[in-house]
C-alpha cells in the first residue's frame, strides 16, 4: 500500500550575517584560510561566540585531502552537526536545505554554511584533470578545455534548437557587468559594452571570452539559525520560503537543453505560496550565460526556448524590470570555486536586509537563488534553487 | 575535403627540436577496456548483458538496471553530430600546441551521447557521423568522429595524423633485409611512401638473393647491420639514429625443434641472440634518440615494430626454442612500450602465423605470405593499432589463446596446431 508523507515546509528558517571575503584573482595561501576568515567575519557580524557555532557545511574543491572534519579542529570548533557539501555551484542551495532541517529538528541551533576556495597559478588546471572519474575517462583527454568545450556544445545546441543568438547571451553578460560596477569585490571593474562583448577571443566556439567566468580565491558564508534566534541577537535577516534540489535530471536528453528546475518549479512555489512573477530579483547560477538563460525558462519566468527573447524584453540590471544577478555574478565577480555556488545567497540576503548598498533593489521582498553544480562529463548533475523573503 | 600530406620543407637544424607533451593519459580500470579495444583497431563499449542497454562513459554497473555484468561489444560507432567546437583554448600542453582543434557530441544510435575528436571532413552539426576508436599519442584510446563517407586523403587529416604512424614522407630502418619478410617490409616502406628506407644486413660481403634488386629501389639504402654485435648497432645508431622515424625489427633467426632433439643450447642462445638481445641491442641504440624526436615537425618519430611470433603467447614444441626466444622478446617489447610511452612512440608488436618461408616449410598452409605480412604492418602503422595478428592462423591461435590459455597449451603438446 502507498505511504505518502507530506513533505514538511521551511518555515521558521532564517539567514543572516552574509559574508564574502575578498576575492582575488591568485592567492599564495591555502583553502584553509579563506575558509578561517569566512567564519572569523561570520563571529564578528553575528556577535556570537566560536563555541555557539553548532553546526556547520563546508564547500571547497581546493581542501583536499581534508573534509569538513579537520576544518572543525584547524579552526578549533567543536560543532553537534557537521556536513561537507563539495558540490561547487549547488552547494550553496544544498547547504542551506541541509542546515534548515538541522535547525528545524533542533539538531543545531547555529549553523555556519562556508564556501571558500583558494587558486593559485596552477589550480584551475590541476582541478579539470581530477575532477571526476568520467572527466578523466571521457571528457578530459578531449581537448583539455574543460567546462569551456561543454557549455559550447550546450550553448551551439541551445542556439540551433532555439535560434538564440550570441548577443542574446550578451545581454546577460552586458548588465551583469553593469550590476558589478557597484559591487566594490567585484574583480571586473571596467564597464563591458555589447559591441566588446561580440568582439571578445573565441574560447570554443560558439564560447567567447566573456561568456567565461575567471576563476579566482574567495569566500562566501551565511549563518541559518530560528527568525526568533535571530531576532534575539538584533541580526537582519531572511526567511527561507521554499527550496528544491534535483540531481541527474533528465539524462536522456542526449545534449542538456534543461536543468532539473524544471522538474521541481512548481514544488518551489507551492512551498512559498508564490508565483514567478512575485519574484523581485532572482540570482541565477551563471557559469556561462546560456545556464543563466535556461533558468529564466526552467524556473517559469519564460517557456522553454523563449528565453533570447525574454532578455531582449527586459532590463536584468538592479535598476530594471528584471534584476539578474544584482552582485554582477560570476561572470563579473570571478567564480571563487565552490564560492560561486553561495554569491547568490549572499547577495540575495544584503538585498532583502537593506545591506546591498547603491546596487539595492528598490522594494523587493522575495528573490529567487538558482543552485547548478557538477560538470561530471556533458552536463552539470546538481540543479537547486531557494526562495528568499524579507523577514516582516 | 582533406588536403593530401605534402612533404615537408628540410628543417632547419639551428632550431630547437621541439619536445613531447603527452595527451591526458589517466584513464580509470574500467575505461582501459576501450584502449584494450583500441589497441587492436576495434570500437568496443560496455553493454549491459541482463538490460542490453549502452554504457558511456565506462562504469561499474549499469545506468538502467544496476547490473555489473558490462561486457565489451563491438560498435558500429554509427550516430549523429549533435554540436561542434573549435578550441582556440586548452589547459593542457598537447592541445595547446596544436590548435585550433576540433571536437564534438554525438549521439550514438546505439544509445549514449560521446565527446569525440572532430575529423576535419564533418560538416556543421546536425549531420550524421560515424565514430572509431583510436590510441591516441599517449597510448589511450580516444573516440573519433569521422565523416560518414571520407574522400581520398581522409588520413592526412591533421588531427588524425596525430593518431597514427603513417610511413608516409618518414624515414624507416628494417633492421635485416636478409629475410623474405625484411625485403617485403622494405618494399611495402618505400611503396607506403616512405622518404628513406635503410635496410640493414648483417654480412654485408654476401651477395644475397634480392638484396640488389631492392637496393635499386630510390628510397632504400643497404646499410651494414649485425643486430648481435652490440658495436655494429651503435656505429649504426651515431649513423642514421637522429634521423630514423620508425623502426621495424625484422630481425629473426628462426629454427625448427624444442629440447630433446639436439644436444646443447647453441642453437637456442643464438635464437636469443637475435631475437631477444638483437631486440635489446637495438632499443638501447635507438630507442633514445627516437624519443627525443618525438614531437619533431609535421614527420616526426612515431613508431617502433617488433617482428614476434603467434608462438609468442603459447608454446608450439615442434618449434620449441624459437617459441621460448619469441616469448622473451615480447616480454622485453611490453618493457620497451612502457618506456617509450612518455615519449608517445607507439610499440607495435606484430604477432604472425607461421610465415610462408623455408623454416616453416613442413607446416601446412594456410602460411602467411611475407607480402601479406609487410601490408600488415603498414596498415597498423597507417591505423595506429598497437597489436596486430595477420593471418589466419594467428587469428585463430588469439582466439583460442583468449578462450583458454590451458586448453591451448595441451592441444599444442598434443601436436595440434
Known amino acids: ?392 | 575535403m582533406t588536403a593530401p600530406f605534402m612533404k615537408p620543407p628540410r628543417k632547419n637544424p639551428v632550431l630547437r627540436t621541439r619536445q613531447m607533451n603527452l595527451p591526458p593519459g589517466a584513464r580509470g580500470r574500467v575505461a582501459l577496456g576501450l584502449t584494450a579495444a583500441a589497441a587492436e583497431g576495434r570500437f568496443a563499449l560496455q553493454v549491459c548483458a541482463d538490460c542490453g542497454a549502452l554504457q558511456y562513459p565506462p562504469r561499474e554497473a549499469c545506468h538502467r538496471c544496476l547490473s555489473p555484468r558490462l561486457p565489451w561489444q563491438a560498435q558500429t560507432g554509427e550516430g549523429e553530430l549533435l554540436a561542434a567546437t573549435t578550441l582556440a583554448h586548452s589547459n593542457d600542453l598537447f592541445f595547446r600546441e596544436r590548435l585550433p582543434w576540433r571536437l564534438g557530441m554525438v549521439r550514438l544510435d546505439a544509445g549514449a551521447s560521446v565527446m569525440v575528436h572532430l575529423h576535419g571532413e564533418v560538416g556543421e552539426a546536425p549531420c550524421r557521423v560515424r565514430v572509431g576508436a583510436r590510441l591516441d599519442r599517449a597510448g589511450q584510446a580516444v573516440l573519433i568522429g569521422y565523416p560518414e563517407k571520407g574522400t581520398a586523403h581522409m588520413a592526412d587529416d591533421t588531427m588524425l595524423r596525430e593518431m597514427t604512424s603513417d610511413p608516409k614522407h618518414r624515414k624507416v630502418l628494417v633492421t635485416d633485409g636478409k629475410s623474405p619478410v625484411g625485403q617485403a617490409v622494405a618494399r611495402a616502406m618505400a611503396q607506403a611512401g616512405a622518404d628513406i628506407v635503410w635496410v640493414g644486413h648483417a654480412e654485408p660481403w654476401k651477395q644475397l638473393p634480392g638484396l640488389a634488386e631492392l637496393a635499386a629501389l630510390p628510397q632504400v639504402t643497404l646499410v651494414p647491420l649485425d643486430v648481435t654485435d652490440e658495436r655494429s648497432v651503435n656505429e649504426r645508431a651515431g649513423e642514421i639514429g637522429g634521423k630514423v622515424d620508425i623502426v621495424v625489427n625484422t630481425a629473426e633467426l628462426h629454427r625448427g625443434f624444442g629440447i630433446a632433439a639436439r644436444r646443447g643450447t647453441d642453437v637456442a642462445k643464438s635464437e636469443m641472440e637475435v631475437n631477444y638481445f638483437g631486440l635489446l641491442r637495438l632499443a638501447q641504440a635507438f630507442g633514445p634518440a627516437l624519443k627525443g624526436r618525438a614531437a619533431d615537425g609535421a614527420t616526426h618519430a612515431t613508431a617502433w615494430v617488433n617482428l614476434l611470433s603467434v608462438y609468442a603467447l603459447a608454446n608450439f614444441p615442434a618449434h620449441g626454442t624459437f617459441s621460448a626466444s619469441k616469448a622473451a622478446a615480447l616480454s622485453l617489447a611490453q618493457c620497451l612500450r612502457a618506456e617509450m610511452r612518455g615519449a608517445g612512440i607507439r610499440v607495435v608488436n606484430v604477432f604472425p602465423g607461421p610465415i610462408d618461408d623455408e623454416w616453416n616449410q613442413n607446416l601446412p598452409p594456410p602460411k602467411l605470405a611475407p607480402a601479406a605480412l609487410a601490408s600488415a604492418i603498414v596498415k597498423a602503422l597507417r591505423d595506429g593499432v598497437e597489436d596486430v595478428y595477420p593471418g589466419d592462423v594467428a587469428q585463430e591461435w588469439l582466439a583460442r589463446w583468449r578462450d583458454n590459455p590451458k586448453v591451448l597449451e595441451r592441444e599444442l603438446a598434443a601436436g595440434g596446431m
Request: charged residues 20%; negative net charge.
Open chain 1, 1 to 392: 500500500m502507498a505511504h505518502i508523507q507530506k513533505r514538511r515546509g521551511y518555515e521558521g528558517v532564517a539567514l543572516t550575517v552574509p559574508v564574502t571575503v575578498p576575492y582575488e584573482r591568485y592567492s599564495i595561501r591555502g583553502a584553509h584560510w579563506f575558509l578561517g576568515q569566512a567564519v572569523r567575519a561570520l563571529v564578528q557580524g553575528s556577535g556570537l561566540g566560536k563555541d555557539q557555532i553548532d553546526g556547520l557545511t563546508v564547500s571547497s574543491f581546493s581542501l583536499a585531502p581534508d573534509t569538513a572534519v579537520g576544518v572543525t579542529q584547524h579552526l578549533g570548533l567543536s560543532p553537534r552537526w557537521l556536513d561537507h557539501i563539495p558540490t561547487g555551484g549547488a552547494s550553496g542551495v544544498m547547504a542551506l536545505r541541509r542546515a534548515a532541517r538541522a535547525v528545524q529538528c533542533g539538531d543545531a541551533e547555529v549553523v555556519a554554511c562556508v564556501a571558500a576556495d583558494t587558486n593559485h597559478v596552477d589550480s584551475f588546471r590541476q582541478t579539470l584533470g581530477s575532477f571526476s572519474d568520467f572527466a578523466r575517462d571521457a571528457s578530459y583527454p578531449y581537448g583539455s578545455g574543460g567546462p569551456n568545450s561543454m557549455f559550447a556544445f550546450i550553448t551551439a545546441n541551445y542556439m540551433r534548437t532555439y535560434g538564440a543568438r550570441r548577443e542574446d547571451f550578451g545581454r546577460i553578460a552586458v548588465a551583469q557587468r553593469a550590476n558589478a560596477l557597484k559591487n566594490p569585490n567585484a574583480l571586473f571593474k571596467r564597464p563591458l559594452s555589447l559591441d566588446e562583448y561580440m568582439a571578445a577571443r573565441p574560447i570554443s566556439e560558439p564560447i567567447h571570452l566573456f561568456d567565461c567566468v575567471m576563476p579566482c580565491a574567495g569566500a562566501e558564508a551565511f549563518l541559518v539559525m530560528s527568525p526568533e534566534r535571530a531576532r534575539d541577537l538584533g541580526l537582519p535577516h531572511v526567511l527561507l520560503r521554499g527550496a528544491i534540489e534535483r540531481h541527474n535530471a533528465f539524462a536522456d536528453d542526449p545534449v542538456m537543453v534543461r536543468g532539473g528546475w524544471a522538474m521541481d518549479q512548481g514544488d518551489l512555489y507551492a512551498q512559498a505560496d508564490l508565483q514567478p512573477q512575485d519574484i523581485d530579483l532572482l540570482q541565477t547560477y551563471d557559469d556561462y550565460p546560456v545556464i543563466a538563460m535556461m533558468q529564466f525558462e526552467d524556473l517559469g519566468f519564460c517557456a522553454k526556448g523563449e528565453g533570447s527573447a525574454f532578455v531582449r524584453a527586459h532590463d536584468l540590471t538592479v535598476a530594471g524590470d528584471f534584476p539578474q544577478n544584482t552582485s554582477g555574478g560570476q561572470l563579473s565577480c570571478g567564480q571563487a570555486g565552490a564560492a560561486g555556488g553561495f554569491i547568490g545567497m549572499t547577495e540575495t540576503i544584503r538585498q532583502l536586509t537593506g545591506q546591498a548598498g547603491e546596487r539595492s533593489v528598490a522594494g523587493a521582498r522575495h528573490g529567487l537563488v538558482g543552485g547548478f553544480g557538477m560538470v561530471t562529463y556533458d552536463r552539470c548533475l546538481c540543479t537547486g534553487a531557494v526562495i528568499l523573503g524579507k523577514s516582516e
